[in-house]
C-alpha cells in the first residue's frame, strides 16, 4: 500500500546534490532554460525537484513538473494529489498527465514507459529531467544483458538524450531528456531526502519481485554486493566504453550510407554492398533516424534479408513498432500506420493554407498571375479537397487524352502508401489538381490570368 513517509533524522548533512545536479546541467542547459522534472512523488523524483528549484535560482532556470498518471494502482488517485500538494507548496507548476497502458502481465511495464515518454514529448519545455540514479544505471545495464542487446542497449542510459516518443507539433521538436543523478547512488538520495526533512510516497509495485528490475533490485544485487561492493560504478564504467563504442558504429554507419538516406528513405544498393555486419549497423542507424524501436535480432536480420534478397519489383512490408518497413522503387522506407480518411471532403472558401490533419499536412494555395490553376475556371462549382475513391481521371498534358488515376500515378513511381492520401483538389465533381501529377488542362491559367498554384506540404516539409 502507497504509503507517506518523513524523516528529521539528526545525523549529519550528506553532500549538497543540489551543487551536483547544477554541475551536471551547467554543460546541457542555457541559462533561463525552462526544464520539467518527471515527477512520480518516489524519493528519487522529490529529492530532484528540490535540488533543481534549488539550483535554478541562480541560473535562471524555470522549473515546473509533471505527474503520469497511468493509472494501474488503486493508490494511483493518491499519488497526484500528493505531487499536486507538494509543487503547490513549492511554487512549482505542475501538469498532471493521465493515460491509458493497454497491455497487462509481462507486457505492461513497456507499455507504461511507452505512455510515460509520449506523455514527455509533449510538454511545452527544453528539457525533461528525471532522476534515475546510479543503481538504476547498474540494473538497466544487468537487464539489458539478460536481454541478449546490442551495444547501443548495453550503453544504457546517457546524461542527455534526445526525445523519445515524437514532436510536439509537426515544427516543434520534443524536449529533450536530462538525467543529471546517474552518478549518484540510491542511499545517498535517501541520505539527503532524510537531512532535507523532505516527504515522499512509496509505489507498492516497487517490491514486486515479478518485474524483472524489482527482483534484481531485492534479490541480486545485495548479493552481488557483498561480493562485488564496486558493482555500481563498474557497471556504469562499462556503459560508458559501450556508449563510446555505439558513437563509433554510428560514425561508421553515416559514413556507409553518405548520399544513400534521403527523404526519410535508404538506398537497397548502400546495405548490398556492405559486409553483413555492417548492413546490419547501418539499417539499425537508419530506423533509428526515423524513431523506430530497434526490433529484436531475429526481426532486424529477417528484413535485411527480405530487402536484399527480393526481386525488383516485390513490394516488402514489414512490421515494425507501429510503424512498417516498406521496399519501393530501389529505396527502403518507414511508413508510419495510419488510416485512411475515405470520408473526407473540406471546403475551399479561399484560403491561403488549408491544413489537413487528416492526412498529416498543408495544402498551400499561392496567389499567381498565368501559373496554377485559372481561378475563373473554378467559378461556378463548390472547390474542395478529397481522398482517391477510385476511378479518378485527369488529363495534365495537352497531347494526350484524358486518363486514369491510377494509371498516372503509376507512372509517376509514386509510392502505393502515399497515393491514397494525397489531397485532390476537385471543383464540383471534376478533379482538377494531383500533388506530384499536376493540373488538368480544362482549368490551366492562361498568360496574364489571375491564378492559384497548389502545393502539398506534408508536416515533415512545413516551413
Partial sequence: MASSRKSNSSAGSPADLAE??????????????????????????????????????????????????????????????????LCAARRVPLEVVPVDVAHRGSGQEAAARAARYAAFAKQDCEFIVLAHHLDDQAETVLLQLLRGAGVRGLAAMPLVRKAEGGRRKAEVPAPAILRPLLGVTRAEILGYAKARGLKWIEDESNRDTRHARNFLRHDVLPLLGRRFPGYRATLARSARHLGEAAAVLDEVAAADGAGQLSGGSLAVAALRRLPPARARNLLRHFLDSQGVSMPATQHLDEALRQVMAARQDARIVMELD???????????????????????????????????????????????????????RLAGAAVTIRVRQGGERLRPDRRR???????????????????????????????????????????????????????????????
Avoid: Y
Fill in 20 to 85: 551536483t545536479v547544477a554541475a551536471r546541467l551547467d554543460g546541457n542547459v542555457r541559462r533561463g532554460a525552462r526544464l520539467t522534472v518527471g515527477l512520480s512523488g518516489g524519493v528519487d523524483s522529490v529529492v530532484l525537484l528540490d535540488c533543481l528549484r534549488r539550483a535554478a535560482r541562480h541560473r535562471g532556470w524555470h522549473v515546473a513538473a509533471v505527474h503520469v498518471n497511468h493509472q494501474l494502482s488503486p493508490n494511483a488517485g493518491r499519488w497526484a494529489a500528493f505531487c499536486r500538494r
Fill in 322 to 376: 507501429g510503424a512498417r518497413l516498406r521496399r519501393f522503387g530501389g529505396r527502403v522506407h518507414v511508413v508510419r500506420a495510419a488510416g485512411v480518411p475515405r470520408e473526407l471532403r473540406r471546403r475551399w472558401r479561399g484560403e491561403r493554407r488549408l491544413g489537413l490533419p487528416e492526412l498529416g499536412g498543408t495544402v498551400a494555395l499561392e496567389r499567381t498571375t498565368g501559373r496554377g490553376i485559372g481561378i475563373v
Fill in 401 to 463: 487524352p484524358r486518363r486514369s488515376l491510377k494509371n498516372l500515378l503509376q507512372e509517376a513511381r509514386m509510392e502505393p502508401w502515399r497515393r491514397e492520401r494525397l489531397p485532390l483538389l476537385f471543383c464540383g465533381e471534376q478533379l482538377v489538381w494531383v500533388p506530384g501529377i499536376g493540373v488538368d488542362c480544362a482549368f490551366r491559367a492562361r498568360r496574364g490570368e489571375p491564378a492559384i498554384a497548389p502545393a502539398w506540404l506534408p508536416a515533415e516539409t512545413e516551413p
